[in-house]
């Protein structure tokens, strides 16, 4: 969805981000919460560059341990991809993963634009994990430039902030 917002006549245009699930449902923004997920006062949303890549796939094989972790510590989790929702299902079927991977296809990387973590070159998102509170604000942040990031790196921040 494209449009500016009441009072913002002559603003950039603002692009909603509209995220689908591997399922093909769609998901409010931010996606925090959404069909048949309850929300929660925090949420990991991991931003994968592409999901079918080695060093992607490497960070995916962790992510069901993490997740099984972060529900018994009543955190969410969400990953985001530019890949579209079919090819997320592949991925999720493949590697048994219960977690929603979200589909940041179309309008193409406008959730990683929304949060300032879309390299424009590549159109993919850098390898960034944000934790964010219900209304999407960013509280931590955790990146890598040169691999894989590690999926404990994610229970880390959160025992450091309790």
Request: charged letters at 20%; hydrophobic letters at 40%; glycine letters at 10%.
């Amino acid at each position: 969805m494209v449009g500016n917002p009441p009072g913002t006549c002559g603003s950039p245009l603002v692009v909603v981000p509209a995220l689908r699930d591997q399922y093909g449902q769609d998901w409010p923004f931010p996606p925090v919460e959404g069909p048949d997920q309850p929300g929660h006062d925090t949420t990991w949303l991991i931003f994968i560059p592409g999901a079918y890549t080695p060093v992607c796939m490497s960070e995916l094989e962790e992510v069901g341990d993490l997740a099984r972790q972060l529900t018994d510590m009543d955190v969410g989790l969400r990953l985001i991809a530019p890949d579209s929702a079919q090819v997320l299902r592949m991925v999720t079927d493949q590697l048994g993963l219960e977690v929603p991977f979200l589909s940041d296809f179309w309008p193409h990387g406008a959730a990683a634009k929304y949060y300032g973590v879309l390299d424009e070159t590549t159109g993919r998102p850098k390898r960034v994990s944000l934790l964010v509170d219900r209304a999407g604000t960013v509280l931590e942040a955790i990146s890598s430039t040169s691999g894989a990031r590690k999926m404990d790196e994610h229970l880390s921040v959160l025992q450091k902030k309790t």
